[in-house]
């Protein structure tokens, strides 16, 4: 597959999602583009907005297998990885998966349970694999984690360490519909007899690792490789912030801008295409001063400033 394939198909994903979800459609190129680069993605909003759904719909849109784990106070990690079972025929010890092996999992409002249990996502969204009792377990290829968080109601919640939260490619929310998208999600209710809308498989498990293997042949000139350094180190030096974007956080920049171009079609990495990924890729790894935080100082508001400062280079 070729970058003009990719935007293609990438197309049909998107639309085919949309018209389940009714958001802005930058939203849904985000949670692609986690799809797309190898990584994870964070959505932060408030309940009935259709986290649950657009995450239940890319995986249909895919056409790759779909598991949801309800994160509670009392969930454990064996919950989530699975767990021995012992076996009265075979008079052995066996192992059954638990609901992290699918390719798409749904961390569903990830801050309600304890960091022991949130950390047993940890190995699995870094290495791709589970560890139960010194046992190994490869996960199914390609896994893709939709985690989401309430950011209201945080009474008895445990905040995401900001280490797990770097695992996370981007971060991004849905927001209310403006009165038109409200009038179209009655429109839709409307026109089916179920509450839930549905959507259709638009590719298979060949065809997202096809897409998924289009971003390495993408080539990113080396001016852009010292601008997305800047806007990192630059992060790092804004006397708002206390802990800055981490190498890891560089790493997975690049690779969004990459990953950018494929889904527009492109064989070559724009400007552009590190200012439209910067902010959902780098703004959730800022850890900001005791000072910003107390005057409620926005993340995306030092990634505003940092992209509005850097120097762009003429690519």
């Known amino acids: 597959m070729d970058a003009t394939e990719a935007s293609e198909v990438s ?22 583009l986690g799809v797309v680069a190898k990584g994870h993605v964070l959505l932060e909003d408030v309940p009935g907005t259709g986290k649950t759904l657009t ?8 056409g790759l297998s779909f598991s ?13 990885t699975g767990t021995h079972v012992f076996n009265e025929q075979s008079r052995a010890f066996e192992f059954t998966e638990g609901p992290v092996f699918a390719n798409v999992v749904l ?22 694999q589970v560890t139960v009792d010194g046992d190994t377990y490869e996960l199914p290829t390609p896994f893709f984690v939709i985690a989401t968080q309430n950011p209201v109601d945080m009474e008895g919640t445990f905040e995401l360490p900001e280490a797990q939260v770097d695992r996370f490619l981007a971060k991004t929310s849905l927001g209310y519909p403006d009165g038109e998208g409200e009038v179209e999600l009655l429109r839709r209710r409307a026109g089916r007899t179920t509450q839930s809308p549905t959507v259709e498989p ?3 498990t060949e065809s997202v690792q096809a897409l998924r293997a289009v971003p390495e042949s993408i080539t990113v000139d080396d001016d852009l490789l010292q601008y997305m350094a800047d806007l990192v180190r630059a992060t790092r030096e804004d006397h708002r912030v206390d802990v800055g974007v981490s190498p890891r ?7 969004a801008a990459r990953a950018m171009a ?3 079609g492109r064989e070559y990495v724009t400007p552009d295409d590190i200012k439209r990924v910067a902010q959902p890729a780098l703004a959730h790894r800022l850890v900001l001063t005791p000072d910003a935080r107390v005057e409620q100082v926005d993340k995306r508001a030092v990634m505003r400033t940092v992209l ?8």
């Open 11 to 32: 197309s049909r994903v998107l639309d085919e999602i949309g018209s389940a979800v009714v958001a802005d459609r930058g939203f849904f190129e985000t949670v692609l």
């Open 55 to 62: 995450a239940r719909s890319v995986a249909t849109a895919l």
């Open 68 to 80: 949801r784990i309800q994160f509670t106070p009392d969930l454990l990690p064996a919950d989530i």
């Open 107 to 128: 961390a569903d409002e990830i801050n309600r349970a304890p960091p022991k249990t949130q950390s047993a996502l940890l190995e699995a969204m870094e290495e791709g």
């Open 202 to 204: 638009v590719l298979d």
């Open 249 to 255: 956080g560089t790493q997975r920049l690049f690779e």
């Open 262 to 264: 494929a889904i527009a």
């Open 308 to 315: 509005d400062e850097a120097p762009v280079p003429t690519v």
